[in-house]
């Protein structure tokens, strides 16, 4: 640890630092860049201001910089030389990581309850800072070996919870949900419709329309996969939900019947483990038989609640996962590592090869052999990928599932007493029941008019961000707004939700005050599209 002035760091200095460089030249390339020595310093540096970071458990969420100011303070950072390479100045290194953690969401204070993205457990930053100098990409074996290794390691560990018959399924990981859910469709679009891959949708013309199923509250990344397939959104069918904004079953043979009608060949129902608005669980085993029967391949955008397999607790929310085609799961959101980490599941190892076919003699082997067949280059998108699922196997490794399993469980249950405590204030109104860790609410105190008044939540939010001491979320549900709060953090508890509440209140009695001031005030109410909107003068 780098501490200034410390006895110590003083005699690192001398041993280290204070020697003469290596000023040796290549081709006019200077090297001293890339000393191990300076490598030591900088980083040092950095875990002091990191160390720092994690320590401060004061309530804080985003302040927002106006952009055009931040951009001055960052070009302000760069070196002015043109003609040569500029000497690294100790000072200006530390106003820029000063500057990052600064502009940045506090993930690790009480006050950021708005995100899936997760404060991360720290050793696992730590193993990805090696990862970024070791540089190993990790779809071929002889570039990553250690990880590619660990992949089919951590496949068998969550297989424990899955109960698929060892060596017949497989699991990737790829950067990210969206990329998961395009690669998983991509495959089932290629084993239902396998003429598509060489001859394209063209094929087809004339027999039918190719189609998936979504739920109505499906992720947006979805949709986006359709519009990259060719699919088009006229031929997403939407399946309605309920009052629990899951997948209605009761609508389901209905509305792929009609789409028969319409001429729709659905080769992929998309279902979700926690979605993104409000973390409702479909009813997976139920629509897994629909599915089979009507011979449509099953996938499960499960990024952010497929992690509760690891929690015997809660594993119940995923009944009938097993019985997917596909699913998709991101640790860097209820695992906590650094994004990304999304690993992608798939009940048939064999056609988890079926969403690209391509040959490249420059990377892909004609003869497989013990080393190749541990290569995942061919089941996804990306050639170079960083070596993704190191974060996830340190940790699982040196502590085990209980350390995930225990804080999933704490979220959890905190979502749920937050849940209990808007039940019991009568100027709020909790949305749904919380099946994990997402609630949704309103604040509606008794001098709300919401007809002259209608994005009062959403100016609450905004409002709240401004001020920096809590980050919250929005989201709209059933069309009309509502704030979201998504518990990630183990230091947050119920005092804190309460004292979020509290901040709610006086914000929102401020902005309907201010819809009283007339504009030439402090405020106004002025309208955009039709709808009111507040203005900070």
Same mark, same amino acid.
């Given at each position: 640890?780098?501490?200034?002035?410390?006895?110590?760091?003083?005699?690192?200095?001398?041993?280290?630092?204070?020697?003469?460089?290596?000023?040796?030249?290549?081709?006019?390339?200077?090297?001293?860049?890339?000393?191990?020595?300076?490598?030591?310093?900088?980083?040092?540096l950095?875990?002091?201001?990191l160390?720092?970071?994690?320590?401060?458990?004061?309530?804080?969420?985003?302040?927002?910089?106006?952009?055009?100011?931040?951009?001055?303070?960052?070009?302000?950072l760069?070196t002015?030389e043109?003609n040569?390479?500029?000497?690294?100045?100790?000072?200006?290194?530390?106003?820029?990581?000063?500057?990052?953690?600064k502009?940045?969401?506090?993930?690790?204070?009480?006050?950021?309850?708005?995100?899936?993205?997760?404060?991360?457990?720290?050793l696992?930053?730590?193993?990805?800072?090696?990862?970024?100098?070791?540089?190993q990409?990790?779809?071929?074996?002889?570039?990553?070996?250690?990880?590619?290794?660990?992949?089919?390691?951590?496949?068998?560990?969550?297989?424990?919870f899955?109960?698929w018959?060892?060596e017949?399924?497989?699991?990737?990981?790829?950067?990210?949900?969206s990329?998961? &859910?395009?690669? /998983?469709?991509? #495959? @089932?679009r290629? %084993?239902?419709?396998?003429? =598509?891959?060489?001859?394209?949708?063209?094929? *087809?013309?004339?027999?039918?329309?190719?189609?998936?199923?979504?739920?109505e509250?499906v992720?947006?990344s979805?949709c986006?996969?359709?519009?990259?397939?060719?699919?088009?959104?006229?031929?997403?069918?939407?399946?309605?939900?309920?009052q629990?904004?899951?997948?209605?079953?009761?609508?389901?043979?209905p509305?792929?019947?009609?789409a028969?009608k319409r001429?729709?060949?659905?080769?992929?129902?998309?279902?979700?483990?926690?979605?993104t608005?409000?973390?409702a669980?479909?009813?997976? &085993?139920e629509? /897994?038989?629909? #599915? @089979?029967?009507? %011979?449509?391949?099953?996938? =499960?955008?499960?990024?952010?609640?497929?992690? *509760?397999?690891?929690?015997?607790?809660?594993?119940?929310?995923?009944?009938?996962?097993?019985?997917?085609?596909?699913?998709?799961?991101?640790?860097?959101k209820m695992?906590?590592?650094?994004?990304?980490c999304?690993?992608?599941?798939?009940?048939?190892?064999?056609?988890?090869?079926?969403?690209?076919?391509?040959?490249?003699?420059?990377?892909?082997?004609?003869?497989?052999?013990?080393?190749?067949?541990?290569?995942s280059?061919?089941?996804?998108?990306?050639?170079?990928?960083r070596?993704?699922?190191?974060?996830?196997?340190?940790?699982?490794?040196?502590?085990?599932?209980?350390?995930?399993?225990?804080?999933?469980?704490?979220?959890?249950?905190?979502?749920?007493?937050a849940?209990?405590?808007?039940?019991?204030?009568s100027?709020?109104?909790p949305?749904h029941?919380?099946?994990?860790?997402?609630?949704?609410f309103?604040?509606?105190p008794?001098?709300?008019?919401?007809k002259?008044?209608?994005?009062?939540?959403?100016?609450?939010?905004?409002?709240?961000?401004?001020?920096g001491k809590?980050?919250?979320?929005?989201v709209?549900?059933?069309?009309?707004?509502?704030?979201?709060?998504?518990?990630?953090n183990?230091?947050?508890?119920t005092?804190?939700?309460?004292?979020?509440?509290?901040?709610?209140?006086?914000t929102?009695?401020?902005?309907?005050?201010?819809?009283?001031?007339?504009?030439?005030?402090?405020?106004?109410?002025?309208?955009?599209?039709?709808?009111?909107?507040?203005?900070?003068l």
């Open positions: 640890m780098y501490v200034k002035n410390s006895p110590i760091s003083k005699e690192i200095c001398l041993n280290s630092f204070e020697k003469e460089p290596n000023t040796e030249k290549r081709g006019g390339l200077r090297l001293e860049v890339f000393e191990p020595k300076l490598f030591r310093k900088n980083a040092e950095a875990i002091s201001k160390e720092k970071y994690l320590a401060d458990s004061s309530i804080r969420g985003l302040a927002l910089t106006e952009p055009s100011v931040l951009m001055q303070e960052a070009k302000k760069m002015k043109t040569g390479l500029a000497s690294l100045l100790e000072e200006k290194l530390e106003a820029i990581i000063d500057l990052y953690i502009t940045g969401i506090s993930v690790h204070s009480p006050g950021y309850m708005g995100r899936q993205f997760s404060g991360v457990i720290p696992a930053a730590v193993i990805d800072f090696i990862s970024s100098i070791i540089n990409p990790s779809s071929f074996y002889e570039a990553g070996q250690l990880p590619n290794v660990v992949e089919h390691i951590m496949a068998d560990e969550f297989n424990q899955i109960g018959e060892p017949s399924f497989a699991m990737v990981t790829t950067s990210g949900g990329l998961a &859910n395009l690669t /998983a469709i991509l #495959a @089932a290629n %084993d239902k419709l396998p003429q =598509i891959w060489s001859a394209g949708i063209s094929a *087809l013309e004339g027999q039918y329309r190719p189609a998936i199923a979504v739920s509250d992720h947006y979805v986006r996969a359709a519009g990259i397939l060719g699919i088009g959104e006229e031929q997403i069918v939407r399946l309605p939900i309920n629990k904004q899951q997948i209605f079953l009761d609508k389901v043979q509305t792929l019947e009609t028969d001429g729709l060949k659905i080769f992929c129902m998309v279902a979700s483990a926690g979605t608005s409000v973390g669980f479909d009813p997976i &085993n629509l /897994a038989e629909i #599915a @089979a029967k009507r %011979d449509i391949w099953l996938h =499960i955008d499960g990024t952010h609640g497929a992690s *509760l397999l690891v929690s015997e607790k809660l594993r119940y929310k995923l009944k009938g996962i097993e019985k997917a085609d596909s699913f998709a799961l991101d640790a860097h695992l906590f590592v650094p994004a990304m999304t690993l992608l599941f798939y009940k048939n190892k064999e056609k988890s090869y079926g969403a690209f076919r391509q040959d490249a003699s420059y990377v892909f082997e004609k003869e497989p052999d013990i080393y190749t067949e541990f290569d280059a061919e089941q996804n998108f990306e050639c170079t990928k070596p993704l699922i190191m974060n996830l196997w340190v940790l699982w490794t040196l502590y085990g599932k209980a350390l995930f399993a225990n804080k999933i469980e704490y979220l959890c249950q905190l979502t749920e007493q849940y209990q405590i808007l039940q019991d204030e100027d709020f109104e949305l029941q919380p099946e994990a860790n997402i609630l949704c309103r604040y509606l008794s001098s709300l008019r919401e002259t008044f209608p994005n009062f939540q959403g100016a609450i939010r905004n409002r709240i961000r401004e001020t809590f980050f919250i979320s929005k709209d549900i059933d069309g009309e707004e509502a704030l979201r709060v998504v518990f990630m183990h230091q947050i508890d005092k804190h939700f309460r004292m979020l509440l509290d901040e709610i209140r006086k929102g009695q401020v902005l309907l005050k201010v819809t009283s001031v007339d504009c030439s005030g402090r405020a106004g109410v002025g309208t955009q599209s039709g709808r009111a909107s507040v203005h900070f």
